[in-house]
């Protein structure tokens, strides 16, 4: 199986040419966070600024632009049950964002089916945490034009396959994607573990050599989909920016525990990107 590691990964962030404005480097819409979830989509939102997304519009709950205004200036903010606003925003989009902190409401499934009925083939959809829970319980089927990433903890997968936890094994895991992308051949799946294994569309399957259970803590996952979507909008091809993407977030939290850090918060980790990447892209 082949890992995803430092050398691999510095093969994938590039210096960035001399020559190039914030418009090649991703348009990042992140969609989540409710009243109560403000905190993930902030996360999320964030990572994606720290790791060099070069426009980043955040939609979620208006009771939390105050917070994102303050803690992240770099990001834009937009009603995420604005439909009209979103109808014109959506296809100016590289990479999207859906489910963090987006709630499993009646308003969160109709945001979600919303965002799902508007995606196109040139975009990237990164689908995380509530919304993958949303997608399993409603039997939502999956838009079948973009690509698709989907990040699940072990018990979102279990929700979404329907293979439980102690079965996920990557011949099971395989061959349920392999009858989804009988519908989307662009279906991508990063199993959030210890070692988080990403399972491409070419059928490869790789497994992260770093991480550590100082990430075990609420806002890791969030974290890692702003780091997944920057990164898609930066480098090609898609499929090697999300095993670089899944590396550096877990380097990171790394050289945290390294230093001593008991647990590695989000953070610590978001403001370390924009060095950790300039050391890659330098090396
Ligand atoms: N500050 C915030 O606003 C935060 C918001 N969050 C959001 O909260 C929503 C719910 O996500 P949660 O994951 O907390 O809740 P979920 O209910 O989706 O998943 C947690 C459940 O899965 C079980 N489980 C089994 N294996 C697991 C594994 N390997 N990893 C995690 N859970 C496992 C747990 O015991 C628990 O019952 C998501 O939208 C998420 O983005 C969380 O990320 C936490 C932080
Ligand atoms: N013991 C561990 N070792 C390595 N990585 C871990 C460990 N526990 C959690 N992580 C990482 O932390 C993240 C947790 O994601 P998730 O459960 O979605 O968090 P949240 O939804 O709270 O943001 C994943 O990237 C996962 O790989
Ligand atoms: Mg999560």
Known sequence: MPKIDLKFTKSVITKRPENSYKGNFGRILVIGGNANFGGAIIMSAS????????????????????????????????????????????????????????????????ILNFVLGQVSAEQSLIIDGSAITLIAEHHLPFPTAPKLIFTPHQMEWQRLSQIAIADQTDDQNQAVLAQWRQHNPNITLVLKAHRTKVYLPDNSVWENTAGNPGMATGGSGDTLTGILAACVGQFQ???????????????????????????????????????????????
């Open 47 to 110: 990572a994606a600024v720290y790791a060099g997304a070069g426009l980043v519009t955040t939609a979620t709950e208006p009771s939390n632009f105050t917070a994102l205004h303050s803690r992240l200036p770099e990001s834009m903010v937009v009603d995420y049950s604005d439909e009209t606003y979103l109808k014109e925003l959506i296809p100016t989009m590289n990479v999207l964002v859906i489910g963090p902190g987006l709630g499993t409401s009646a308003k969160s499934l109709q």
């Open 237 to 283: 091809p898609a499929d090697k920016a999300v095993l670089a993407g899944v590396y550096i977030h877990s380097d990171i939290a790394d050289e945290l525990t390294d230093d001593g850090n008991y647990v590695t918060l989000p953070q610590e980790i978001i403001p370390l990107l924009p060095k950790f990447m300039g050391r890659l892209a330098s090396d």
